[in-house]
């Protein structure tokens, strides 16, 4: 049986100069036979919500989905200053305009009207910050044991020892650390993917130059690819190509067999100044939250690159 996904994105694919990696992630669920997407939300991060509304709605139409359910969510954090990122941004083109963003539904509230929809059955895709995810919760707490599993792309941690952390905080928890504080202690189930495993799935220029131009979507990264890649190769992040790091979120989804996991529990650093975001695991057999500790990186790289090359 296919499984309901509802998907939480600050998609920036479709803004130039902006990360890629979301909208293969949206590639990757949406064109997976094992589930079923249900509804899709924006959420501030990557770019501004209003850039985020326009590369969301412009994917699912391209990809036939116009029909999902769309929200617009969170323009700002719980309480972070956005300022922090605005250099970056200032690098990105003008993200083209799509008509009919007004009068969208918020998506926190589309998401507790999902859980309760498909009680137990939801799996929630979140790969950005978690704003939207810690709003629902506290407006209507019911929905936390109604959702199955929460999967995220978010944080760092570290290593694989038993007081596995980071110094510095990755980027979607250094957006609203307090929400992925309210996320990550609700007491659903979590799976975490850090940026420890998701940089392992590294893809080159040569695959992105690879990708068809008869296909809107493939064809759109193919053309943003260049540029994300010039970015972050100038800053010593990556060399000849990019991770796509939401996208391997997406896949273990997909296929939990992907992944293997420590389980425990995750604190998120809200007080220190230099080091908000940061994240620890404590590991605990019981723990609510799973993360990531080891990836089967060939499979999970056939995965991504089967959805966005169409193959």
């Given amino acids: 049986m296919r499984r309901p996904v509802f998907i939480d994105t600050d998609v ?6 902006a990360e890629i990696d979301d909208g293969a992630a949206l590639l990757v669920l949406l064109r997976a036979p094992q589930v079923t ?4 939300g924006s959420v501030h991060g990557n770019v501004e919500i209003e850039a985020a509304d326009h590369n969301l709605r412009r994917i699912l139409a391209a990809e036939d989905r116009g029909d999902l359910p769309v929200g617009r969510g969170a323009a700002l954090p719980l309480l972070e200053d956005p300022a922090w ?8 083109g003008p993200t083209e305009p799509l008509p009919g963003s007004g009068g969208l539904p918020p998506t926190a509230a589309l ?8 009680p137990g059955a939801l799996t929630v895709l979140a790969v950005g910050p978690l704003t939207n995810l810690a709003l629902a919760a506290r407006l209507a707490p019911d929905i936390v044991p109604l959702v199955r599993e929460v999967v995220t792309m978010g944080g760092a941690f570290g290593g694989e020892d038993d007081a596995a952390q980071a110094t510095t905080a990755e980027f979607n928890a250094r957006c609203d650390p307090e929400a992925a504080a309210i996320v990550l202690g609700a007491g659903w189930p979590v799976r975490c993917f850090g940026l420890e495993i998701t940089r392992r799935v590294h893809f080159s220029r040569a695959d992105f130059a690879g990708l068809t131009d008869t296909q809107a979507v493939p064809a759109l ?3 943003q690819a260049s540029g994300w890649i010039d970015r972050v190769e100038a800053q010593g992040w990556e060399h000849d190509g990019c991770s796509l790091h939401d996208a391997v979120a997406a896949a273990a989804l997909v296929d939990e067999t992907l992944a293997q996991y420590r389980a425990g529990e995750v604190s998120v650093e809200l007080t220190e100044r230099g080091r908000r975001g940061c994240m620890q695991l404590r590991p605990r057999a019981d723990g609510r939250v799973r993360v990531a500790v080891d990836l089967d990186v060939a499979r999970c790289k056939h995965t991504i690159w089967s959805a966005v090359a169409g193959s």
Avoid: E, M, Q, S
Avoid at 12 to 17: D, E, N, Q, Y
Avoid at 85 to 92: D, E, I, R, T
């Fill in 37 to 40: 997407v249900v509804g899709c």
């Fill in 111 to 118: 998401l507790i009207d999902a859980a309760r929809a498909h």
């Fill in 85 to 92: 990122f605005a250099n970056w941004k200032a690098g990105y």
């Fill in 12 to 17: 920036g694919l479709g803004t130039p100069g």
């Fill in 221 to 223: 990264l193919k053309r």
